[in-house]
């Protein structure tokens, strides 16, 4: 009885598989490919996101996440000379008070209209047709305008 040599296979001492999910989601957040927001919620980002868009000159994807990962929970965080930190807490009434006003407008949330009915909110919003009790939106989306202007440089 010959062997034949050219028919062996060789099989690997242990089982080989693909890397867990939570692995492929580690690579793409420290490559930077995927951006997890550190001081709003996923739904405020979104609603960040689909904001600086808007507001921002083309190019600066990245302005919502620049923005987000700058804001401090106090104005005492902030270094002594340097300008006054955007407040987190200013960041997610305001995020909420559009979220709430689209919805009770519109019935959808702010992420899910088109980008012209987005745009024609956030006029409104700016020439003080759509208010709020608990914030000045108009002043908040200014000053939102201008942060989102600087980090988008």
Do not use: C
């Not at 700016?126 to 000045?136: G, P």
């Amino acid at each position: 009885m010959a062997i034949n040599a050219d028919q062996l296979t060789a099989t690997p001492l242990h089982r080989t598989t693909d890397p867990l999910p939570t692995v492929w989601l580690k690579r793409l957040i420290d490559s930077g490919t995927l951006y997890i927001p550190q001081n709003l919620n996923p739904n405020q980002f979104a609603t960040l996101q689909a904001i600086t868009l808007l507001l921002s000159y083309p190019g600066s994807r990245y302005a919502a996440s620049r923005l987000d990962a700058t804001l401090a929970t106090s104005a005492s965080e902030a270094e002594p000379d340097a300008p006054a930190p955007p407040i987190t807490f200013d960041y997610r009434l305001g995020l909420d008070e559009i979220e709430t006003i689209t919805r009770t407008r519109t019935g959808y949330s702010f992420t899910e209209l088109p980008a012209e009915l987005q745009d024609a909110i956030l006029s409104l919003i700016a020439t003080r047709d759509l208010t709020t009790r608990k914030l000045d939106l108009a002043r908040w989306l200014a000053d939102l305008h201008t942060h989102t202007l600087a980090l988008a440089a």
